[in-house]
């Protein structure tokens, strides 16, 4: 007797291969890295005197965790709070990664929220986006005006924050496509 093989069933082989065996290997990696990159100056109104700064904001047992802490942290307002604050601090990003530092997934944030940026797809449009975020890195370097710089160094950034490391990619592309509980 000769079965034609199933399309609605796989090997348990292929089944760890295809699952198992990643969602292990990625939970090494945890706990996940929450940080905030953004602009910071001591003054207000000098532009010229502000710096790029990253806040570390805690670690977090799993993706939607984070996900969740990173929105209430911003929500309350508290991200750069502590001794070694800053008195003026425009969040501009923020990063999730794994404890190899691979980025997990990253956000845009805007008007007080999170715009979470959708991963990339392949290697060729990572590339695609690495060398896109190089030019505008050099024009920054060259920008006569520090305001130019700054604005051109963050354009560059948020092209960057779609370059999930490999290993999560699946795990954040899911995690957008989640419904968020209001």
């Known amino acids: 007797m000769i079965f034609a093989r199933s399309e609605t069933f796989r090997s348990i082989g292929q089944t760890l291969a295809d ?4 969602a292990l290997y990625r939970s090494q990696k945890l706990p996940l890295r929450i940080s905030c990159l953004g602009v910071a100056s001591y003054d207000a109104s ?18 939607g965790e984070v996900i969740q802490a990173a929105a209430l942290r911003l929500s309350r307002g508290d991200i750069c709070t502590g001794p070694n604050s800053f008195p ?12 190899d530092q691979r980025l997990v997934l990253a956000g845009e944030i ?27 890195r050099g ?7 520090p305001g130019d710089a700054i604005r051109l160094r963050y354009r560059a950034a948020m092209l960057e924050a779609r370059l ?8 954040a592309a899911e995690l957008l496509r989640l419904p968020r509980a209001a």
Do not use: K
């Not at 000098?46 to 993706?63: K, M, T, W, Y």
């Open 46 to 63: 000098d532009a010229a005197n502000s710096f790029d700064r990253v806040i570390p904001l805690g670690e977090f047992p799993s993706p």
């Open 19 to 22: 699952e198992v065996l990643p």
């Open 164 to 171: 999930v490391d490999p290993l999560w990619r699946a795990t």
């Open 139 to 145: 024009m920054a370097f060259r920008a006569s005006e």
């Open 88 to 99: 003026y601090f425009q969040p501009r990003i923020m990063l999730i990664q794994d404890r």
């Open 110 to 136: 805007r008007a007080g929220i999170i715009l979470w940026q959708q991963p990339v797809a392949s290697d060729a449009e990572a590339r695609r986006i690495v060398t896109e975020a190089s030019r505008l």
